[in-house]
């Protein structure tokens, strides 16, 4: 199967670097699926679930928060806030933080606090939804 090289980065840290099969991100009206030769593009990318396969054909699922993707040349950059695999998710931390925003979304507030606290509690969906769905797989 033809390959292609793509990197993932946060501001944090470089998530991969390396040849890839396929890659399938989230874009706001769905999912966008990529493989080798694909046609330039540019995307927004909002928060969701991204899914890569490596050549080796090994899956990897990860979450990420919002960012922009760019095909160019055969090769794939996805530039993001942040990404982690399901092994990288605390459960029971996501839960809390979960938790602790719907219940000041729930106060009275100014805009700028209720847009925090509101990705706040998006993100932790976010990650539970992805480690949720990994111990489905993996059961």
């Known amino acids: 199967m033809n390959t292609f090289y793509l990197e993932i980065l946060s501001p944090d840290r470089i998530f991969y670097r390396g040849e890839c099969q396929s890659i399938v991100i989230p874009i706001s ?17 909002p928060q969701g679930e991204l899914t890569f396969t490596k050549p080796s054909g090994e899956k990897v699922i990860c979450a990420i928060d919002n960012g922009m993707a760019d095909v160019t040349d055969n090769r794939v950059r996805v530039l993001c806030e942040s990404v982690v695999t399901p092994d990288e998710i605390d459960m029971e931390k996501e839960r809390k933080e979960a938790e602790h925003a719907e219940r000041l ?4 507030q100014s805009q700028n606090d209720y847009k925090y606290w509101k990705m706040s509690l998006n993100k932790a969906v976010n990650r ?3 480690k949720q769905k990994e111990k489905n797989i993996n059961i």
């Open 29 to 45: 009206d769905g999912m966008l699926g990529i493989m080798a030769n694909h046609s330039p593009l540019t995307a927004a990318i």
């Open 105 to 108: 979304l729930k106060n009275r």
């Open 128 to 130: 539970l939804k992805i």
